[in-house]
């Protein structure tokens, strides 16, 4: 399956991976563990938890989407971006349907970190 093929339909019936985050911003561990993540089932529905000014998150909905699109433009019609309320717990009762995996990525990637690049664009005068 060519993940990255442009002929790609969006189907809401067929098996989708989710990805809920901050997104604070996007960055290359956010990227690999997509590509990891659009594995398991061909598309992926990203949440984007609304956290615009609670804490250190300054980026709203409309630029954390734009930078995601940008990031994300080889996979179109891979991925949706949905605006979702701050979810702070996942919660399920018994076997329904799903399941709820942690991707493990390469220690480097691991170690990403938006926290330090948020600061480093305040630093460079990017971000206030």
């Not at 561990?29 to 609670?54: A, P, Y």
């Not at 409309?62 to 433009?73: Q, R, S, W, Y």
Request: proline fraction near 3%.
């Amino acid at each position: 399956m060519n993940l990255k093929e442009k002929e790609y339909i969006w189907d809401n019936k067929k098996p989708t991976a989710q990805m809920l985050g901050r997104w604070q911003p996007w960055h290359a561990g956010h990227q690999k563990l997509f590509e990891e993540i659009l594995k398991k089932t061909g598309q992926v529905n990203i949440m984007v938890r609304d956290v615009n000014g609670v804490d250190d998150n300054p980026f709203d909905f409309e630029t954390v989407k734009k930078n995601i699109f940008e990031a994300l433009k080889d996979y179109k019609n891979r991925f949706q971006v949905t605006l979702v309320p701050n979810i702070t717990n996942i919660c399920y009762g018994r076997g329904v349907g799903y399941k709820i995996e942690e991707i493990v990525l390469d220690e480097k990637t691991q170690q990403i970190s938006a926290t330090k690049i948020r600061a480093q664009m305040r630093k460079d005068g990017k971000l206030k």
